[in-house]
């Protein structure tokens, strides 16, 4: 007999799908740029880009739709690491999103898996 389970739903789903994803890009950046400890290594970046690629990246990370062909964590954050982005700099980004998420309302629990993602890209992200 084969089981006919229903797959649980990704956590992009969860979250509301690419209408919520888009709109906590959005409120998200306004935060970044808005911190003192995070603004200096936006300075000059095309905004506009730089969420589409996050929207994109998280789509993807959560489990949703895979159109990101940006670069690797890794690579895409050299440039920051080289102008002294650190673990404080990343715990910022991380408490900034789940600010934003909070804001929009995100149960916790979903909240807490965010944030265990994010943790889970930390080293490439700080380039260790």
């Known amino acids: 007999m084969s089981s006919t389970?229903?797959?649980?739903?990704?956590?992009?789903?969860r979250l509301g799908g690419e209408i919520s994803v888009d709109l906590a890009v959005d409120i998200f950046y306004k935060?970044?740029?808005?911190?003192?400890?995070?603004?200096?290594?936006?300075?000059?970046?095309?905004m506009e880009a730089q969420s589409k690629k996050q929207k994109q990246f998280l789509t993807y990370a959560f489990?949703?739709?895979?159109?990101?062909s940006g670069k690797g964590l890794r690579n895409a954050h050299k440039g920051a690491v080289a102008n002294g982005m650190r673990g404080e700099h990343f715990d910022r980004v991380v408490m900034l999103?789940?600010?934003?998420?909070q804001e929009l309302n995100v149960p916790e629990s979903l909240i807490a898996e965010v944030a265990a993602i994010a943790e889970s890209t930390r080293k490439d992200v700080l380039g260790q």
Not at 31 to 46: E, N, Q, R, S, W
Not at 63 to 68: D, I
Not at 97 to 101: F, K, Y
Request: proline fraction near 8%; glycine fraction near 8%.
């Open 5 to 13: 389970a229903v797959p649980s739903k990704s956590l992009y789903e």
């Open 31 to 46: 935060k970044v740029i808005a911190d003192t400890l995070l603004k200096p290594f936006f300075a000059g970046m095309d």
């Open 63 to 68: 489990g949703g739709p895979n159109h990101y």
């Open 97 to 101: 999103l789940a600010a934003t998420l």
